[in-house]
């Protein structure tokens, strides 16, 4: 037990009661309302605690005690399809907001049918699966939590509170609780070598990301953040998705909520909120509870990574929960670095996107928006987090304003991941020729692109004038893609070789004819075949492929007129 001695907003001293012995990142009742906080310094007869909740009318005596349990959250059968806020409290679809020191905390309700894998006698390692309850379509896998011998199990219908099992001398349970700031178990990881397909042909394509890899979106205001994050988690073929709204404004959570459980699921055909758990705490909650609603939506998602499924964390937006560290570090009297930051933001944000990982049963892929002030990504949220992410994809508001979408600038993205995955693409066709002629061209059209801006496209000779439009080509063509399309909203990994087949079976042709006949390059590159190239992404869907064999032809017989 102890008192209060000082409140500064979602900071409080605490004078520690003669005999009380306080631990480290254990949580604390705050108050007479009972408010949740934790630990975060000891020192010389006090405790500061963290509080998760606003602090409005605490007052200095009153008593704080300790529970002697880090914060954690407890994970069932039926935690899909909720939403939860930054503590695992259980927000209600009304938009109610949770009384202070009240609010219920995730139970799994009602009763299950649980099926039995292993029988009485058989000796079990940790992490195997003892049986499972299907719920809702989803089989929620129960895992061993030690190797020993099963002792006792059941099938038939059980309850939330009744064991399921005894192994060893530990009691099973369909449910299980963790706590959040501990990772689980990093064993039997592997090196990734699956993508993380999201149907984007400029992500999939170019900047590729794999099950179990960690990416940033960071982009200044406007430029599409939240709506490439909420196209990922519809589109990406992962089993689970944890979307965790960080600080982001309420209506864009609002959205999601009105959203998600009306978009159909492209790969089970039932609601999207069937496979996605919500975490949100906006930025009128208390500033707080963003940090830990980052590493309770990470918990979230190992817990479904230890069944053995793919999982994809949407963190939007880690800057606002790096400038909930900066408060409350500010409040706390610590040396701040650039910026105002705390000195321990590079290990915070490393401890994040380092949970991420490919493992011999499920993965967990973390992508995480960020959004610089200004668009300035020299600024240290956005730099720190480069370093421990895999994939870039760098958002321009030039483009976000030119109404092309995604807005990802391809000439300050990049992905570490296309190494691993090539040997994956390349069963489907020549992907990593493909992907090394389309990343030439871009990078050359940037320079002419330049000269372009500075001296208009008349100045260019007529070879690196065909180049530029070979450039333009590959953007309008490709890279730009439409959302809203009902065929160009996504695109299989099939369609997006057969696309990029296309587009060099032109550039070759291009190529051919102009240096044969030194025909004007505008001449070249007008051909009504040409508009048909540029509505291919619209017009062909993943149910007629074949037709872009039939382009290929129609564009063969019409630039061999050229050399007769």
């Not at 570090?329 to 610590?334: D, Q, V, W």
Request: charged fraction near 30%.
């Amino acid at each position: 037990m102890g008192r209060i001695v000082k409140v500064s907003g979602p900071v409080v001293e605490v004078e520690i009661e003669k005999g009380e012995k306080p631990f480290l990142f254990k949580v604390a009742r705050v108050g007479n309302l009972s408010l949740t906080g934790e630990v975060v310094s000891i020192a010389k007869g006090r405790a500061t605690v963290q509080v998760y909740e606003r602090t409005e009318g605490l007052k200095v005596g009153e008593r704080v005690s300790f529970d002697g349990k880090m914060l954690s959250i407890i994970l069932g059968p039926g935690i899909l399809g909720k939403i939860l806020d930054g503590l695992g409290r259980v927000l209600p679809f009304s938009g109610e907001r949770i009384e202070r020191g009240r609010g219920r905390r995730f139970f799994p309700e009602g009763e299950f049918e649980f099926k039995a894998k292993v029988n009485a006698g058989e000796w079990v390692k940790e992490g195997q699966i003892l049986g499972f309850v299907e719920l809702k379509g989803f089989n929620y896998k129960i895992l061993s939590p030690v190797a020993a011998e099963v002792k006792e199990i059941k099938s038939g219908r059980v309850s939330p509170k009744e064991p399921v099992a005894r192994v060893g001398n530990r009691e099973v349970f369909v449910f299980e609780e963790r706590a959040v700031r501990i990772p689980s178990s990093f064993k039997n990881r592997v090196e990734v070598k699956e993508p993380l397909l999201t149907g984007q042909r400029i992500i999939d394509f170019l900047f590729p990301i794999a099950k179990g890899g960690s990416a940033s979106i960071p982009g200044g205001f406007g430029t599409g953040k939240t709506v490439l994050q909420q196209t990922l988690a519809k589109w990406c073929n992962a089993d689970v998705i944890v979307y965790i709204g960080c600080g982001e404004r309420g209506n864009e959570m609002t959205e999601i909520l009105k959203e998600f459980p009306k978009l159909k699921d492209p790969y089970t055909g039932r609601s999207l909120m069937e496979r996605t758990v919500l975490i949100a705490n906006t930025s009128d909650m208390p500033v707080s509870a963003r940090e830990s609603s980052i590493y309770l939506g990470i918990t979230v998602a190992e817990y479904f990574k230890d069944m053995g499924y793919s999982v994809a964390v949407m963190a939007d937006s880690t800057s606002r929960w790096a400038e909930a560290m900066r408060e409350i570090s500010g409040r706390m009297g610590e040396l701040p670095i650039e910026e105002g930051f705390p000195a321990s933001l590079s290990s915070k944000i490393a401890s994040i996107y380092e949970r991420a990982g490919a493992f011999l049963r499920g993965s967990v892929t973390i992508i995480g928006a960020v959004s610089p002030p200004g668009g300035d990504f020299s600024e240290p949220v956005t730099r720190h987090t480069k370093r421990f992410t895999g994939a870039f994809w760098a958002l321009d508001r030039e483009l976000a304003s030119s109404r092309f979408y995604p807005a990802v600038n391809p000439f300050n993205s990049y992905s570490r991941y296309a190494q691993f995955i090539k040997d994956w693409w390349n069963r489907l066709g020549d992907y990593e020729s493909l992907r090394n002629w389309m990343v030439e061209t871009l990078q050359e059209g940037e320079r002419l692109e330049k000269l372009v801006k500075l001296l208009g496209r008349e100045s260019l000779p007529e070879d690196q004038k065909l180049k530029y439009e070979e450039f333009n080509l590959i953007k309008e063509a490709f890279l730009r893609q439409n959302a809203f399309d009902p065929v160009d909203c996504y695109s299989s990994p099939k369609k997006q070789i057969l696309m990029a087949e296309v587009l060099r079976k032109v550039s070759n042709w291009w190529h051919k004819v102009f240096k044969k006949r030194g025909i004007p390059v505008d001449k070249i590159v007008s051909q009504p075949v040409i508009s048909k190239v540029l509505k291919m992404k619209m017009e062909v869907d993943e149910e007629h492929l074949e037709e872009f064999e039939e382009l290929k032809r129609e564009i063969a017989e019409v630039y061999e007129e050229f050399l007769r």
